[in-house]
């Protein structure tokens, strides 16, 4: 990788529009939700991208964190994310990979989106691997051939440009609004400067997502050594807007062969090998039905002008 | 769709792949005239890909396929979100996504031809995407619009002035249309066609030709004499 | 085995932690119940074979409960799980929020079919709900949640759910709900217009397309509710509604199509 002090000016170029992967053609929803006459305005544009951050954002800022955590553990140790070429498939980076993508698509409900977060993904690693060329963005290209899912793609890429996990949720979250919110401009053509307004209306609300994405990952590994030592389910969480991904219990681990995850494999590979791929099951999943039935009626609909 | 790009491709190497040429200009020129004219006369000697650019549909895909001009399979759609000339100059990932699936799945091609949506008279391909291009004229627009120049009408390896059987309709001066043309043009060529009464567009079909041979000819040199980029107009 | 109905669980005070159970096992090649255990408020009953109501969840949980229920499902078996009624969840007398815990194993050849009467929340309540379901390869699952944003006209408490389902330790569906949240609630992205939600998971062999994922197989849509295939072998049936006739309509119509989307 090459050698930055910091991945700030990396993150700006990560996250600027005119970064040259696809993104300009997707909407993220507006379309159909302006076909629909769900989006008129300012107003409602304001409501569905704070929906839409405090869930699809949420959790594609997790998985971009993941993801750039991991490209990082395995950029610093070539032979695999744990050291060790050992004959555990599981420390294979190009399954971790697989696995990754596999919590993305677990997380995605509707097809539509699933393809259209593959498309971008794939765009993207293949921009990326010319813009900040690495053995980890080629890793994943080879581990998940079709594409991987976009959020993956992007926490590849940040890692790739020198950027740090919070970095890497931050773009994510960013990108879950700023595509929908210049598709209304185009669509409606709203006011681009009432829209930028909301888009800085948004700027807090961007942090927490990404800090909240964070925190998922590390809170997972107290989690971790919490279950093993006293197991089961954690209280209630009382949760706030959208750090909510910073409280909740433990995924399913129920005990038995059927869990292919570190947690079950990791005792030998020491904390840090631990924490990696454990986290990845109780990541954010905050579903958005609506987006979902907005995803799958555009695909439906032959008269469009953006992929999603 | 989706390529499996296991070996990094440049786009900007052109090594041993298929040519792609780019074919944009304004709304209704004949753009998509023009690629099934091309399908119809260099399909029994080439292999082809099309991408198309709608704007709106996937109509200019769907109308190539039922022309029946080319394997259906071969023609892919790309969508562009409303700005059709971004997906061909600014941000080409899909284009390329979607050239590069054609050669993986029916490679290797002779040609890969990409029409842009229409657009104005400002939007051409980026040499990322385009190894040459063709910018689409047509006369009903009137004879003003060569001298009007932009980048297409200028820069563009061929400028292609169509529906020349409309020219006594609408008034336009081919002579006129073909002096301005010059004389923005710095000597590139300039083809009048009317696909309407050519449904092969020959001219056009064999300046594509040349083309391709040529370009397989210094793709073949520059696999001879190790990996030089052969960047030069043809 | 059984225990008799509760009186109303809003009379109480005290909150309560419950611990109830269903356990399934294959005896002569049939269903039999090997365990049912009752904690009230959450009581069983067995209403035929391989079928059980749970009787009392109609008032409660209340703030400061913990209800767990684990339902294991032998290999080979067959199990459904109904309820007699709505569950309201209630605010309560305790600070603290509810607590609903669905612990599911789905054994080899086995089946769960789980469709519960809606889940009511009450304003002022806070509630949260964590479902696991763990299904081996070749499981079969019906599992269906609807969820309605306070009784008539009511604003609704806080709840937050989860569901985590896995086929053979692989993840097929993981989702949170946030409900009562200002950020989620009014907007077009997340609930529109709705005031319940509804969604059931269709899982098993039938559903695992031989899996093209370049080609994703295409979701069945109509008015207010998708059935949509997922990565893994299954399907989810979703649905927005405002009211719980609607939602349940919805649902039926997304379920039919749900199962129509069973590689033949
Ligand atoms: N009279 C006449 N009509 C033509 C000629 N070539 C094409 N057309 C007609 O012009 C119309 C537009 O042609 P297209 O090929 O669809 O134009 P296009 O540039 O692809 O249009 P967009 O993709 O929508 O920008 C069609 O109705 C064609 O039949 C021609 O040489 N003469
Ligand atoms: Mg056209």
């Known amino acids: 990788m090459r050698d930055r002090p910091t991945g700030d000016a990396a993150l700006l170029l990560l996250a600027d529009s005119r970064l040259p992967a696809g993104g300009h053609a997707h909407s993220g929803g507006a379309e159909e939700a302006v076909r629909l006459g769900t989006i008129t305005g300012p107003e409602d544009l304001a409501r569905f991208l704070r929906g839409r951050l405090a869930t699809a954002g949420l959790v594609s800022a997790a998985l971009a964190a993941a993801a750039c955590e991991f490209a990082a553990a395995t950029a610093d140790h070539p032979a695999g994310p744990y050291g060790h070429a050992g004959p555990d498939p599981d420390a294979d980076p190009a399954a971790l990979w697989r696995r990754l993508d596999a919590e993305a698509d677990a997380r995605t409900a509707s097809p539509a989106q699933r393809e259209a977060s593959r498309v971008q993904g794939r765009l993207l690693v293949r921009s990326a691997r010319r813009i900040w060329p690495s053995a980890v963005l080629d890793e994943l290209a080879k581990a998940v051939p079709e594409g991987a899912h976009h959020p993956i793609a992007l926490g590849a890429a940040a890692a790739a440009a020198g950027c740090d996990p919070y970095q890497a949720a931050l773009a994510a979250a960013y990108n879950s609004v700023t595509g929908p919110a210049t598709a209304a401009v185009r669509l409606l053509g709203l006011d681009p400067v009432t829209v930028h307004r909301l888009l800085a209306d948004l700027a807090p609300a961007l942090n927490d997502a990404a800090h909240a994405a964070c925190a998922s990952l590390i809170d997972d590994v107290v989690h971790g050594v919490a279950q093993n030592g006293a197991g089961g389910h954690q209280g209630p969480a009382q949760n706030t807007a959208t750090q909510d991904g910073a409280k909740r219990d433990d995924p399913p681990h129920h005990g038995g062969a059927t869990n292919s995850g570190p947690t079950h494999t990791g005792s030998a590979d020491g904390p840090a090998a631990k924490a990696l791929g454990s986290a990845w099951p109780a990541l954010p999943g905050h579903a958005a039905p609506a987006l979902d039935l907005l995803a799958e009626g555009h695909r439906g609909n032959p008269m469009k002008l953006f992929v999603s | 769709m989706g390529a499996q790009h296991d070996d990094l491709h440049d786009a900007a190497d052109p090594h041993g792949r298929a040519l792609r040429l780019g074919i944009g200009g304004p709304v209704g020129s004949g753009k998509t005239a023009l690629v099934a004219a091309l399908c119809r006369s260099l399909g029994p000697s080439m292999r082809l890909g099309v991408v198309t650019n709608d704007i709106y549909t996937t109509e200019d895909a769907e109308f190539l396929r039922r022309a029946g001009v080319l394997d259906p399979e071969r023609i892919l759609a790309v969508q562009t979100g409303c700005c059709p000339h971004t997906a061909i100059r600014d941000d080409i990932a899909a284009n390329l996504d979607a050239v590069e699936t054609l050669e993986e799945r029916f490679g290797p091609l002779d040609l890969v031809i990409v029409e842009s ?21 047509d006369v009903s627009g009137g004879d003003k619009v060569p001298r009007k120049g932009g980048p297409g009408v200028i820069t563009a390896d061929l400028l292609v002035i169509n529906k020349t059987d409309l020219a006594p309709l609408v008034g336009a001066d081919l002579t006129v249309m073909s002096r301005d043309a010059a004389a923005v043009r710095d000597g590139r060529p300039v083809l009048f066609t009317s696909i309407r009464e050519d449904r092969s567009a020959h001219s056009v079909a064999e300046w594509v030709t040349s083309l391709v041979n040529t370009w397989k000819h210094s793709n073949d040199q520059a696999h001879d004499h190790t990996r030089t980029t052969p960047t030069t107009a043809a | 085995m059984t225990t008799p109905l509760r009186s109303p669980a809003a009379s109480r005070t005290a909150s309560v932690t419950a611990r109830a159970v269903i356990a399934t096992e294959l005896s002569d090649g049939r269903t039999r119940l090997e365990t049912l255990r009752s904690d009230p408020p959450l009581t069983l009953r067995q209403t035929g074979p391989g079928l059980v109501h749970l009787v009392s969840t109609g008032a409660g949980p209340l703030g400061g409960d913990r209800l767990e229920l684990t339902i294991d499902v032998a290999p080979g078996t ?18 603290a929020g509810s607590v609903m815990l669905i612990d599911a194993r789905v054994g080899a050849g086995a089946s769960l079919r789980f469709s519960p009467e809606p889940t009511v929340l009450a304003a002022g309540c806070s509630h949260r709900m964590a479902v696991r379901l763990s299904l081996a390869d070749d499981a079969t699952l019906f ?6 944003f306070g009784r008539h006209g009511e604003r609704p408490g806080r709840c937050r759910t989860r ?11 993981r989702q949170e709900l946030l409900i009562g949240d ?11 217009d709705a005031r319940c939600v509804g ?3 269709i899982a098993g062999q039938r559903w695992d397309a031989a899996r093209d994922r370049k080609q994703e197989r295409r979701a069945t849509i109509g008015d207010g509710w998708a059935a949509m295939p997922l990565a893994g072998p299954g399907v989810l049936a979703s649905a927005l509604a405002g009211d719980t006739v609607e939602l349940r309509s919805r649902l039926e119509r997304a379920e039919s199509a749900a199962a129509l989307l069973a590689i033949s």
């Open chain 2, 117 to 137: 949506g229409g657009d104005n008279l400002t939007a051409t391909f980026s040499r990322g995407l385009a190894d040459r291009q063709i910018f689409v004229l």
């Open chain 3, 78 to 95: 067959d199990l459904e799980v109904r309820s007699v009624a709505s569950t309201l969840v209630l605010p309560g007398s305790s600070p």
């Open chain 3, 143 to 148: 599992w269906r949640e609807e969820i309605v």
């Open chain 3, 163 to 173: 569901f985590d389902a896995t086929v053979a330790g692989r993840p097929l569906l």
């Open chain 3, 182 to 192: 200002p950020a989620v609630d009014a907007g077009p992205a997340v609930y529109g």
């Open chain 3, 199 to 201: 969604s059931t998971l």
